[in-house]
């Protein structure tokens, strides 16, 4: 009996222990990267909402739940997170409904851009603090890309084993508490950067969203429909990443088709009085508080008008949590307007900037030569610069006459920032890995530059074979690939209208 004790004690510390060494290792998500503690934060909010939204950056950036509380008395709760894929929302609203029905669920469309699973980190800055049940369970084998395995998120400390070595202060001091980083899945931004240099739209071989995606769609507006919830589309302002109006008229049609309302607020921007002078914090990505309420006051007329929401803010029992959502609210504000008076510039910190994981996620790793790049494909050639795709970016921009203009965004495919620099006839656009940036693409914008074998957009689709030979179908134009990149020559009419290299890193 002794002997079967002194086993199980010991079982049991070892099994203490492991848990302990994981609850230690796994991100905590505070600081930095504070998006990945907004799934969790849902179960700890009383589940009695009227509206839902659902979605990526847009939704939990640019909608505040706390300006719906108090012009409107409407109780809203935002299940976004960074990246959040269709797949992700629908299974984000299975899991809502085990414990609640909403009357309203929005949805913020940018996500049907993607098709495929995309990147592990931000998978789990989505799904990690989802608790177990079967909508987890689904979400986490749509969404894994082929490097992940689902016992890692079973078991995490096996994904995360090697933190060991780079732990932080706030992995011991958020190792048994947690503190609230959002106000109802709304992560406030006091601070402004205005819109500048934004780039406009690439072409692109394929303008249709992806079946995998639609699917999911109509999964959502069947599963509102069984339950009786209205379902509103909505796509937030944002200038970039940019949408395309063939994107916008799939939507539109879809729409249509389930009747269901939408609402484009990048056509709603004059209506709305948003200014992307003052009322965006990172150039125009996202909107600061004060453009999200000016947005969210919209919206929340809209959602008065058109669905069956009274106002709450008589109940008493809700307007005391709602009491404290507002002290914490308002000194999230005064604390971030301080470091601003104090610093004379806005907070560093950018959401969605890093990786939640020690890997990049699905995205290959560029095959970068001494920092120089392969240096095996097709080279763009300009006042004596030769340009290569996954070429080290410094020297080459260095190299280059002064740009016409500079546009830096939040990467969603890498750690760090993308970036493009714009010349005027052409743009280089960029990307970070470990802290080095490297060219991603080169896009042509007139007939002004020429590829180094002497194609330029306005050519005919004749010439362009002579000088490439066929080449393979890219959709609306001809794609030629060698040494890890890819040539697109796009088509109209049978004459060139864009001409890009593009890294394979971007696949």
Excluded at 258 to 284: A, K, M, Q, S, V
């Amino acid at each position: 009996m002794k002997k079967r004790i002194s086993a199980l004690a010991a079982v049991a510390l070892t099994l203490a222990g492991l848990w302990l060494l994981q609850r230690l290792l796994v991100p905590k998500y505070f600081g930095d990267v504070t998006e990945g503690a907004f799934t969790a934060e849902y179960y700890a909010d009383e589940p009695d909402h009227e509206v839902l939204f659902l979605g990526d950056c847009e939704a939990y950036e640019n909608f505040d739940p706390v300006y719906l509380w108090e012009h409107f008395g409407i109780n809203s709760y935002i299940r976004g997170s960074a990246q959040q894929l269709v797949w992700q929302s629908y299974y984000m609203l299975e899991d809502a409904l085990r414990y609640e029905t909403p009357k309203v669920v929005v949805m913020n469309v940018l996500a049907m851009k993607y098709n495929e699973p995309q990147s592990e980190a931000y998978n789990r800055i989505t799904l990690e603090g989802m608790k177990w049940g079967m909508p987890k369970i689904q979400a986490i084998r749509a969404s894994m890309t082929e490097e992940e395995n689902f016992i890692e998120y079973v078991f995490p400390i096996l994904r995360y084993h090697e933190r060991i070595f780079e732990l932080k202060e706030d992995d011991l001091k958020y190792l048994f508490k947690k503190e609230k980083v959002a106000h109802n899945g709304y992560y406030l931004r006091a601070d402004a950067k205005p819109a500048e240099n934004v780039p406009g739209g690439k072409e692109l071989s394929d303008y249709s969203f992806g079946d995998n995606a639609w699917n999911y769609l109509e999964k959502m507006a069947d599963l509102c429909k069984e339950k009786g919830i209205e379902l509103l589309l909505v796509k937030a302002p944002s200038l970039y990443p940019y949408w395309y109006d063939e994107w916008e008229k799939q939507i539109e049609d879809f729409a249509e088709k389930r009747d269901l309302p939408y609402l484009n607020y990048l056509e709603l921007i004059e209506e709305t009085g948003l200014d992307f002078e003052t009322d965006t914090y990172d150039g125009g990505l996202h909107l600061n508080v004060y453009g999200a309420d000016k947005i969210t006051d919209h919206l929340g007329r809209f959602l008065k008008e058109n669905y069956d929401l009274s106002d709450r803010r008589n109940e008493a029992g809700l307007a005391a949590e709602w009491d404290e959502k507002l002290r914490f609210y308002e000194e999230d504000m005064k604390r971030q307007l301080d470091e601003i008076a104090a610093k004379g510039t806005t907070p560093s910190v950018t959401p969605g900037t890093q990786e939640a994981t020690p890997t990049p996620g699905a995205k290959p790793t560029p095959d970068v030569k001494n920092g120089e790049g392969a240096r095996e494909g097709y080279a763009f050639l300009y006042k004596g610069v030769d340009i290569f795709m996954d070429a080290e970016a410094k020297p080459v921009i260095e190299a280059l006459p002064q740009t016409v203009g500079v546009y830096v965004a939040p990467s969603c495919a890498f750690e760090g920032k993308d970036r493009v620099y714009n010349y005027g006839s052409f743009e280089i656009d960029t990307y970070e890995l470990s802290g080095v940036e490297y060219i991603s693409a080169v896009i042509f914008k007139d007939d002004l530059v020429e590829t180094k074998e002497g194609a330029y957009i306005g050519m005919d689709e004749s010439d362009v074979k002579a000088l490439y030979g066929e080449g393979g179908d890219a959709g609306n134009g001809i794609v030629y690939e060698k040494g890890g990149m890819k040539l697109k020559i796009f088509l109209k009419d049978g004459a060139v209208t864009q001409i890009q290299y593009l890294s394979n890193i971007l696949d």
